[in-house]
């Protein structure tokens, strides 16, 4: 069975960062794309970063352009999502997820995600 499992999120202030983790079981991961998503509450689920199967290509949501940074380490099954500059606007559920892919391309569109993580909580405030 395929799992994913994030950790990582926490409380922290404005401009701090944290760097959030999702460890996988159960697939190959080099061929999976994998995504990281949020969900504040009330709101939409939406895509905040993306990287392809072989890690040759990477998406960002305009909202985090700079300051997250998206990356996976096939050895230890795992994807990162390292967040700098946190604002309190960042605070949310965050998800990851994978998908099989033949190409090395990635989308920010949750349904184009078969397998999800539980979520993290991240929250940002003084």
């Known amino acids: 069975q395929l799992q994913l499992v994030e950790s990582g999120g926490g409380l922290v202030q404005p401009g701090g960062s944290l760097r959030l983790s999702c460890v996988t079981s159960?697939?190959?991961?080099?061929?999976?794309?994998l995504g990281w998503f949020r969900q504040a509450p009330g709101k939409e689920r939406e895509g905040v970063s993306c990287i392809s199967n072989g890690g040759g290509s990477t998406n960002y949501a305009d909202s985090v352009k700079g300051r997250f940074t998206i990356s996976r380490d096939s050895a230890k099954n795992t994807v990162y999502l390292q967040m700098n500059s946190l604002k309190s606007e960042d605070t949310a559920v965050y998800y990851c997820a994978a998908d099989y892919k033949l190409i090395g391309l990635c989308t920010l569109s949750r349904g184009g995600y078969d397998y999800w993580g539980q979520g993290t909580q991240v929250t940002v405030a003084s």
């Open positions: 159960g697939f190959t991961l080099d061929n999976y794309a």
